[in-house]
Structure formats: C-alpha cells, structure tokens
C-alpha cells in the first residue's frame, strides 16, 4: 500500500506553495487508495508553535485535505534520534565539528551557484588532542563516501549526487543537541512506514544523502517525487516569512475549489481553470500530466 505523508513545519502560516505540494501528495496517495499520514516537523522549539500547528490542520482540513493516523510530531521523538546517531557513530561515521558558519563558508564555495555550502572536511581527521584544544561546543557530522547515489524520481527523472563532491558530510545533529532535518526525516519516514514522499523541487538535492542514511540505518528509502515550485510574479520562491499568498488572505477571496481549480490547471492536471474539489481532483489525478518545471502564479 503506498503510504503518503503531510510533513508542514508549523514555523508560520501556510501559504500557496505548501497548499499546492500537500495537494498534490493527498491526491497521488487517495488516487493509488493509499494512506496519508500527518507529522509536525518541529524540531526547532525556538521557530515553530502549537498554535501554528493547529492552523495547519485546520487549513488542510478547510481544502479536504485529510489524513488517516497523526504520529507524533518530532520535538517528541529525541530517544529515536539519539538511537539512531548510537547506530552511525557506532559504524564510526560520525565526528564532531567546531567550525563556524564564517568558516565553513570561507572554506568552501556554494555548488553550482546554490546557497548550500560544500563542508571542506576541514575537522574531519583531527585528533583527540586537537579536539580538546577547541573551545566550543561540536556540531556532528557524517562523514560521505567517495560514491555516487541516484535517486529515481518519479516526476524529475534520475537525480544523481557525488556526495563527497556535491554535498560533503553534513550535519546530523547541530551544536545546540537539536537533530538536523536530513537525520530526522529519514529516522520519521522509516518508522512511520512511508513509502511515497511528495514534495517541492527545492528539496531534491536533499534526496540522495537521505537515500545513503537510509542504508545506513538499514531502513527501505521511499519513492521521491519532487514537484515544482510556486513562483511569485517577479520570480520570487513563495515564503512564509514574506506572507506571500498565505491562505487566510486567499479565502477572504475565494472558495477552496477555487483555488484548488487555480493550482490544477496550472499543474496541467485539468484542461481548463474551474472550481474542483481535492476528492474530485484525486479521481482524475494523473502524474504523467503533471508539469515539471517551476510555475509563475498570480491570484
């Protein structure tokens, strides 16, 4: 059975980019009679809030975006976490790092014009001595292989990342003792059971070092497919920091169908814009229809 997930991080209000990625998860795991599983990723306690949470739901829900079990959200799960960084730093895959953000960014350069640094490996071989000599406290690292991983995508294609090239060991847990999104969804998405992750474009980079976590770990990687992102009309990514077309502005508006028919069409999952619900949405939902390049919306 395919198992889908929501995954909203309850930092902010939801705006028309996140609609649009839950939309299209809900209607490939309702159209294939799977299960949809809600998780609250609030692993920052410092950005994310019960209340954003419970409008989260509420959102979802006011769109007939349902869901069959909530697990439990991830400021809940730290035992889970700690086990599975035992596990890596058992296998010896894992090192603590005392560099600062200046630092890594001076020895490094962005990959391929992005905004993600490429670790330089600068702490990975030091010695015990050369630890106890720094005088901060460690992020933690895991350390990659000299291999390439490729990640079938079911909507972008193949995907495939040298990872001591492309994204260098990366931070599982940070200085602070809070775990990193790449250790933490993995650990999530293998007990949660789920075996279909729909989300944005955006994240596609972040796919093959889950798919090498999650072989380390000894879990099953679920299948990836990555969807466009929603683009501002100057270009812009859509932001919950910029409020950019957030849903309590939107349905002062429109009716949920309303929108719902906006965000098919422009998808190419419907010939023509007209109001259509998510239910009727996920009888008709078809990937091979669906577009692949970014989409520039106006409401």
């Given at each position: 059975?395919?198992?889908?997930?929501?995954?909203?991080?309850?930092?902010?209000?939801?705006h028309l980019g996140n609609l649009f990625s839950f939309l299209?998860?809900?209607?490939?795991?309702?159209?294939?009679?799977g299960e949809m599983v809600l998780r609250m990723e609030d692993l920052d306690p410092q950005r994310t809030s019960a209340e954003f949470a419970a409008q989260i739901r509420r959102d979802l829900l006011r769109f007939g975006l349902d869901w069959d079990r909530e697990v439990p959200c991830q400021s809940t799960r730290t035992a889970a976490y700690d086990a599975a960084f035992e596990?890596?730093?058992a296998m010896g895959l894992i090192y603590p790092c005392y560099c600062s953000r200046a630092e890594v960014h001076a020895a490094s350069a962005p990959h391929l014009g992005q905004?993600?640094?490429?670790?330089?490996?600068t702490c990975r071989n030091l010695t015990p001595e050369?630890?106890?000599s720094k005088k901060r406290l460690p992020a933690w690292r895991l350390r990659v292989p000299e291999a390439e991983w490729t990640v079938h995508d079911g909507l972008q294609g193949d995907y495939t990342?040298?990872?001591?090239?492309?994204?260098?060991?990366?931070?599982?847990?940070?200085?602070?003792?809070?775990?990193a999104y790449q250790l933490a969804v993995v650990v999530d998405d293998g007990d949660n059971g789920v075996t279909q992750v729909v989300r944005g474009r955006d994240l596609l980079a972040s796919a093959p070092r889950q798919k090498y976590l999650f072989s380390l770990l000894g879990k099953p990687a679920p299948e990836y497919i990555h969807v466009p992102l929603l683009l501002a009309p100057d270009g812009r990514r859509l932001s919950k920091r910029d409020g950019d077309l957030d849903l309590d502005s939107l349905l002062g508006r429109y009716k949920p169908e309303e929108i719902i028919g906006v965000l098919a069409q422009a998808a190419g999952l419907i010939d023509k814009q007209e109001a259509i619900s998510a239910k009727e949405l996920a009888?008709?939902?078809?990937?091979?229809?669906?577009?692949?390049?970014?989409?520039?919306?106006?409401?």
């Amino acid at each position: 059975m395919t198992v889908g997930r929501f995954a909203p991080s309850p930092s902010g209000k939801m705006h028309l980019g996140n609609l649009f990625s839950f939309l299209m998860a809900w209607c490939s795991v309702r159209s294939a009679g799977g299960e949809m599983v809600l998780r609250m990723e609030d692993l920052d306690p410092q950005r994310t809030s019960a209340e954003f949470a419970a409008q989260i739901r509420r959102d979802l829900l006011r769109f007939g975006l349902d869901w069959d079990r909530e697990v439990p959200c991830q400021s809940t799960r730290t035992a889970a976490y700690d086990a599975a960084f035992e596990k890596l730093e058992a296998m010896g895959l894992i090192y603590p790092c005392y560099c600062s953000r200046a630092e890594v960014h001076a020895a490094s350069a962005p990959h391929l014009g992005q905004s993600e640094f490429v670790y330089a490996g600068t702490c990975r071989n030091l010695t015990p001595e050369q630890r106890a000599s720094k005088k901060r406290l460690p992020a933690w690292r895991l350390r990659v292989p000299e291999a390439e991983w490729t990640v079938h995508d079911g909507l972008q294609g193949d995907y495939t990342e040298l990872l001591s090239r492309d994204c260098g060991d990366f931070v599982v847990r940070r200085a602070d003792g809070v775990y990193a999104y790449q250790l933490a969804v993995v650990v999530d998405d293998g007990d949660n059971g789920v075996t279909q992750v729909v989300r944005g474009r955006d994240l596609l980079a972040s796919a093959p070092r889950q798919k090498y976590l999650f072989s380390l770990l000894g879990k099953p990687a679920p299948e990836y497919i990555h969807v466009p992102l929603l683009l501002a009309p100057d270009g812009r990514r859509l932001s919950k920091r910029d409020g950019d077309l957030d849903l309590d502005s939107l349905l002062g508006r429109y009716k949920p169908e309303e929108i719902i028919g906006v965000l098919a069409q422009a998808a190419g999952l419907i010939d023509k814009q007209e109001a259509i619900s998510a239910k009727e949405l996920a009888s008709v939902f078809d990937w091979r229809h669906m577009r692949r390049d970014d989409i520039c919306l106006t409401l």
